[in-house]
């Protein structure tokens, strides 16, 4: 039996009338399935942990990245040591960016929405820890994020009239919406960071991204390899930037990648530390919340994805 979570308010709101118009297309890949429709975060979770102690272990989250981010948050915190290597997820993409699909195969889509649900074939993957130091560490599949990029995924996630709008009537201009609201109010923050055991180093943080998959927000991407059982991610910093600067790097970094580029800097590490004087806000697979130091580290190999 494979257990499906839909995420009904994904998408702007827009997913459960999505997954109706696609679901006998998507339904044939999962011939054996038992569907749980969840309008929020608790109630997903509930019903995830009841599937999880009925023995299944094959999950599908059709939603956006925080439906997959829940299911896979909700699993390494649930299930028991043993079952977590039999455990393997998959997805449907009703979500505003879907970035867990990234980059999306053609042959992969029903109606323009992407899906991962080969469970005959499926590759080990990261789960990657955020603890920011209060409450349970929270895990992460795709991106993580700290500066532009987060301040972006508040906004994203809590809009203004205008946003409303835009998210019920198209992804894609919500998110364009969303980052140039950003980029006009941008401010860059002074924290330390330390990578592995290096030294700490005083930076002005324009923008990290923390990633195993390196796309984002629509077509963005820092083209930096996708290796899902590294045991390790990417660090990419933009350090003090102006607005110019910033979009001439994403510019850049779409076309010939984001590696070497003026006010960048990039590592491959297991662990990552962040630290300010002040609250910032922290991104990861879409979620956000507010911290003062931030850790992130690589568990290897913790689960199983759908190729």
């Not at 080990?124 to 820890?129: N, P, R």
Request: glycine fraction near 8%; charge should be positive.
């Amino acid at each position: 039996m494979t257990a499906v979570f839909l995420n009904s308010a994904a998408g702007g709101g827009r997913a459960l009338r999505t997954w109706k118009a696609i679901a006998p297309a998507i339904l044939e890949h999962l011939p054996n399935h038992d569907l749980a429709v969840a309008g929020d975060a608790t109630h997903a979770r509930t019903q995830m942990e009841d599937a999880l102690a009925r023995g299944e272990t094959r999950f599908v989250a059709a939603g956006g990245d925080g439906t997959v981010n829940l299911l896979v948050d909700t699993i390494v915190k649930s299930a028991p040591a043993h079952v977590l290597p039999q455990v393997c997820i998959g997805a449907v993409g009703l979500g505003s960016s879907n970035d867990f699909h990234k980059p999306i195969r053609k042959d992969h889509q029903v109606r323009g929405v992407p899906f991962r649900l080969d469970f005959t074939s499926p590759v080990a993957h990261d789960v990657c820890l955020l603890d920011i130091g209060r409450g349970e560490p929270r895990h992460w599949v795709v991106n993580a994020s700290i500066g532009l990029t987060a301040r972006a995924n508040c906004f994203f996630n809590e809009p203004d009239r205008v946003l409303r709008f835009l998210k019920n009537w198209s992804s894609g201009a919500a998110i364009v919406y969303a980052a140039v609201h950003t980029l006009a109010a941008k401010r860059d923050q002074r924290m330390m960071l330390q990578v592995d055991c290096g030294l700490p180093m005083d930076v002005s943080v324009t923008n990290i991204g923390i990633v195993k998959n390196p796309n984002f927000s629509g077509s963005l991407t820092y083209r930096s390899p996708y290796e899902p059982d590294s045991g390790s991610f990417y660090v990419h910093l933009c350090e003090g930037m102006s607005r110019r600067r910033v979009l001439l790097t994403l510019w850049q970094s779409s076309r010939r990648g984001f590696i070497g580029l003026p006010s960048t800097r990039t590592w491959q590490a297991r662990h990552f530390a962040v630290k300010a004087t002040e609250t910032f806000p922290v991104e990861f697979d879409g979620e956000t919340l507010e911290a003062c130091h931030a850790s992130f580290a690589a568990l290897r190999g913790l689960i199983q994805i759908c190729s």
